[in-house]
DNA sequence: CGCGCGATTGATTCGGCTCAATAACTGTGG
DNA sequence: CCACAGTTATTGAGCCGAATCAATCGCGCG
């Protein structure tokens, strides 16, 4: 399940790292990340933990990506955000000491690095600035959990779906031939959408059909920014 | 709309503060707020903030209870949660460096002391226990905006209605006749439950009848808790 | 080339919303 | 203390969005 890779990157040569909380911490602070942290290699579509399992440390996203998702009554998972280069995930359920509240899972071939909680709290302790960070980084998350929470409640499916797109182009940005960086089958658009996978593929037809987007397999470019914001709705 | 009262409440005295995220601060850091801090009279239904001004401070609720919510795209009323005695607001947009993202308003007589971002930030600085509260507060916060957002996006009215009841009656406890203590207009519960005001009520009758709950006006109680905790479908 | 899963489309059903009409309740002034 | 006006709660009828169920279709891959 879990492969050490031979070649563990370091933060001081990390190439995510300006991307990252860690991106103003001095060279000491990095080597103590670097002398005590773990990096661990998965394939597309591992899981990197378990709702439910309690954490001792973090993990931060050399290479790849991941969604993070909560299992629904009836099973159906349910995508809560998204993970990439540079970003941290298991630190809501270690800074709260509460059990996961949801699933890490691989969307494509992903280096992680697993930094322990002591590790951490020691660095929390000395550096504020970093402090600072880590609770913007929560505040910021959420903003954003009630905003889709207010989406969810209240937005039609349609709507819901254009505004899924604006935030995949958001996250993952555009290859040079304008298709969002990243591969997701429609049954997880779905869990992100919070709908049947039938309707979201009816949606997206529709999209296609009016010339808002176009698809290729699984990759999606969206043709018409402003008109595919205007149903998604969004006035902030 | 804002009445400043003759006599502010000394945080050295407030019974709410052992409740509070400043439970176990020093009495200097006590004296700190209470130099500094502005006190604020609300009546029912007032406003205490709007969502997306800014804040330049928390407000910490001595008294009284606030829903804190979003208005959604049809004007909708979404409450995303409630703050009561010792309980702070304003917190998540002033650590994020980002506008307020809901708005609350009183739910009755409420008293709240505003704590200005220069006193907050300099004892965070200073004290790593309540920053490392205040980081639990907002990774908790987190986990319980992505639980309901998850029972938006899968669960049935009925079953988010049962759930919503539970959560108050966790939320405000119950009086001595088993009452929850708290008055909420149908068309709030609603607003908690992402759906129309007439579903609410049709279901809150279905649950009369089915004896899971009595109502005497506003009031509600809950009177089988492991039927309602059932039809809730929650399970953790 | 055929197998199998994911994608797509169609038909049908159903939960929940909207609209509309009462009923009950709250506060207000006479 | 009562009558009145304005909410807020309740109930009913009809409609619509979206889920479910059921076939195909099509692509990726051995």
Redesign the interface.
């Known amino acids: 399940m879990i492969n050490n890779k031979p070649e563990i990157p370091h933060c001081a040569t990390c190439g995510s790292r300006h991307k990252s909380i860690f991106c103003n911490i001095s060279n000491e602070e990095i080597d103590e990340i670097d002398n005590s942290k773990g990096c661990h290699f998965y394939n597309k579509g591992q899981v990197i933990f378990k709702e439910?399992h309690y954490t001792n440390g973090i993990y931060c996203v050399n290479k790849g990506k991941i969604k993070l998702y909560?299992d629904?009554?009836?099973g159906?998972e349910?995508i809560?955000r998204f993970a990439k280069e540079g970003d941290i995930i298991g630190?809501?359920?270690?800074?709260?000491?509460?059990k996961l509240?949801?699933s890490a899972k691989t969307l494509e071939e992903t280096t992680v690095c697993f930094i322990p909680k002591s590790v951490l709290f020691d660095l929390?302790?000395k550096d504020?600035d970093l402090?600072?960070g880590?609770?913007?980084l929560?505040?910021?998350?959420?903003?954003e959990?009630?905003?889709?929470?207010?989406d969810?409640?209240?937005?039609p499916v349609r709507?819901r779906v254009a505004e899924m797109l604006l935030l995949l182009k958001e996250t993952f940005s555009t290859d040079d031939e304008g298709f969002i960086n990243v591969k997701l089958s429609r049954e997880e658009i779905a869990g992100m959408?919070?709908?049947a996978t039938e309707s979201t593929i009816r949606i997206l037809s529709e999209f296609k059909k009016d010339r808002l987007i176009e698809t290729s397999g699984k990759r999606i470019k969206i043709t018409n920014l402003p008109q595919l914001t205007f149903v998604a709705?969004v006035?902030?």
């Open positions: 439910g909560k629904g009554p009836d159906k349910q809560i630190y809501r359920a270690l800074l709260a000491d509460e509240s949801a929390l302790k504020f402090t600072q880590v609770l913007k929560l505040s910021h998350d959420i903003g959990a009630t905003k889709i929470l207010t969810m409640a209240q937005k709507e959408v919070g709908t709705n006035f902030d």
